[in-house]
């Protein structure tokens, strides 16, 4: 069984997007073990997609298209399959009925543009599209299955996961799947990572490949088996060595987020959490709270941007601004004490430091950043010196943060 | 003058990798005034490759194939070229030679496996690539260009800039650059915004084609010409027409975020923001201060994810969360004014929802979140019903959150 995709889009040939989506179908087809041999991408012309989807019928058992199944007329990827295909256009009046109601919940005028996204190929069953207006299709004749499915991301995504999951399961799958576990580790450099599992990443069943995020190292394990099941017993060695060696720096597997992996840490100790964030804003909280059921550990935070908020807010001292600034390990401690105390929370973090572009000097330079981590004993405070852009300085921040968080929550 | 890429590398196909290198060259291309119609991906298989050039070869006039120039066995787009172009190949003793001196250099053993990377096509002539092993090739025949480029990223990246770059210059490049300029709308629909520009976006030149993001419309203008210049005096006049008929909704150019607009509108007025922020957790705090000089506006604010910190930090009255709950007009109402006072601002604003996955009911759905803007004369607020997955809902939140305040702003 073997598949092909064609992206549609002029905006991926003019490099003004990257193509996720390719990768996300890409891993999909490898753990279904469905043979990915050829990828194409064309831009918004009926004349090349159409050539491009009959290619791809020729020498693939399962053909997907992404995008350009939008309204606007450069949305053609409906027009090009119809000819490849060759089959004649019909309007779906359930995809209508689904359209015209969507557009009255929301308050929209209803307009015969719209109808574009009711239209498909005779032959062709539409896809729910939960999040988005255009349906996606599918189609089977003379043995090809056939799918096209919408390019923005939050619509594509969930429709890969779900719909086209399943239809692909039916379609049948390989004999040899490909499968990957993801090992997560923060708080190490990827070289000191690559230097302790060297002897692995020369291995060839299965493999291990390292790649770096901002502040973390994730590693591919990967094998080929006739099932999941006998993939995952050739990886389950190699995992625990691996875990063996990082001990633990490795803080989770496959998705899991960093700040999953310290909320699941609260909720099983059963500690609530604060905040006081200045050079990031928010964005502790924010990832915090993208963690569903973290209201059960996470009581609120401060956000004390200015001196006057954290004097205000926090209590710091208007000598201890004076005297050392509030980038400074005396600051983050009581950002940290006050914010504990105001909401009698088990931890407060603090982060205060500057993100740039401007406000560092050579004595305080940008990426300096002091967290602060207070409990009921008292605040224990972390210098950083932090590199990168003002959006990488604030991101790497809150993710020392978590490390640090985390490592205090496992009692090193 | 055409250009097609070959993205080689099974790791791409799998999904392990996103190609963001093709992406690079895509925007090369365009600000070079080649067009670019086709790309493919192929794995680590020399047959297919071989027949991708072939193809490519047969409809483009420069073919640039990214990856599997490395010493190992699965490298094999020198042989794939060598047997496209039905030429011999040879070993580059000037390669061979520099090869043998890096490899000195850094106390590595030199291995025949290393000879791999000196080889070429005859006819081909060695890229030189500071900083990796394997040379990028280039090669002329029959009118076509031809150029293999290493896939590591820091490899690539230099190369396509300098060496890449200037070959492209050479061969031609295009007599017609493409350029572009992005308009970006905020509080409008897709549809409607194309509704109201319709006839802009059949138009041939310049083009105009919408981007749906997160609750925004990204709307990209092109033209080519013989320089950038040229192709700006087309595009000004289409620009003015779009701001005409979107009116306020036409908040930035080009990379400009909605948060900049925003926080831009407040250093104009003079005027100084707050937040109180429950189930966004800090993202709309994170979103303004990602503006570097937010300091001058942003004074702070207060995450208040659980009842008792919406009470405690913002006097939100527990009467008000028994009779109606944190999710309501009255809550949304009690948290900005609250927030404005404390910190003596001249906006707060509050966003209060449901985030999902759990915590719907059918009175309070999934998605629905109220938004307050206080100001000194009192609170307005509003009610949405956003959807999506509670990542969604949260960015989504923040974004009609930044709509809102910026049409308070603008005193619409």
Redesign the interface.
């Known amino acids: 069984m073997t598949a092909e995709i064609i992206s549609v889009g002029?905006?991926?040939?003019?490099?003004?997007?990257?193509?996720?989506n390719?990768?996300?179908?890409?891993?999909?087809?490898?753990n279904l073990g469905i043979r990915?041999?050829?990828?194409?991408?064309?831009?918004?012309?009926q004349l090349?997609l159409t050539e491009?989807l009959k290619l791809a019928l020729s020498r693939a058992d399962i053909v997907i298209t992404i995008g350009g199944l939008?309204?606007?007329?450069?949305d053609m990827t409906r027009d090009g399959i119809s000819a490849a295909l060759g089959e004649e256009m019909v309007l779906d009046e359930g995809v209508q009925t689904t359209l015209k109601e969507l557009?009255a919940s929301?308050g929209?005028?209803w307009?015969e543009?719209?109808n574009r996204q009711a239209m498909r190929p005779v032959c062709a069953t539409p896809i729910p599209n939960?999040?988005g207006?255009a349906p996606g299709l599918i189609c089977k004749k003379n043995g090809k299955t056939f799918i096209a499915m919408p390019g923005?991301k939050?619509e594509f995504e969930?429709m890969a996961k779900t719909s086209v999951r399943e239809a692909l399961m039916s379609a049948g799958g390989g004999e040899q799947i490909?499968h990957?576990v993801v090992v997560r580790v923060a708080g190490m450099g990827e070289s000191i990572v690559e230097e302790k599992l060297k002897d692995l990443m020369m291995a060839e069943q299965p493999t291990v490949?390292p790649y770096a995020k901002q502040a973390e190292v994730h590693l591919?394990v990967?094998a080929s088996g006739s099932d999941i099941a006998a993939a995952e017993k050739l990886i389950a060695p190699t995992v625990a060595v691996i875990q063996a060696r990082l001990g633990h720096h490795v803080y989770g597997f496959g998705d899991t987020t960093l700040e999953e992996a310290v909320v699941n840490q609260l909720l099983e100790s059963g500690k609530t959490l604060t905040?006081a964030?200045s050079?990031?804003?928010?964005?502790?909280?924010?990832?915090?709270?993208?963690v569903?059921?973290?209201?059960s550990v996470?009581?609120?935070?401060?956000?004390?941007?200015?001196n006057?908020?954290?004097q205000?807010?926090l209590g710091v001292g208007a000598l201890t601004l004076k005297a050392v600034g509030a980038v400074s390990p005396e600051c983050a401690s009581e950002m940290a004490l006050g914010a504990r105390r105001?909401?009698d929370a088990d931890f407060a973090v603090s982060i205060t430091g500057i993100a740039?572009?401007?406000g560092g000097s050579e004595e305080k330079p940008v990426g300096l950043v002091y967290i602060g981590i207070a409990d009921r004993e008292g605040c224990e405070v972390k210098e950083f010196k932090l590199r990168g852009s003002?959006?990488t300085v604030?991101l790497r921040a809150t993710q020392v943060a978590l490390v640090f968080l985390r490592s205090r929550l496992m009692g090193s």
Not at 36 to 45: F, K
């Open positions: 002029t905006e991926i040939l003019l490099g003004q997007i990257v193509d996720t390719a990768a996300i179908l890409g891993e999909l087809f490898a990915h041999v050829h990828r194409q991408t064309v831009g918004d012309n090349r491009a939008g309204p606007t007329m450069d557009f929301r929209l005028t307009t543009t719209q939960p999040f207006t923005p939050q969930p490909i990957s490949a591919r990967t905040v964030e050079c990031t804003g928010g964005l502790f909280g924010g990832r915090i709270t993208s569903p059921g973290s209201s996470f009581l609120g935070g401060f956000l004390t941007y200015s006057s908020s954290k205000e807010l105001q909401l740039g572009p401007g003002r959006e604030r």
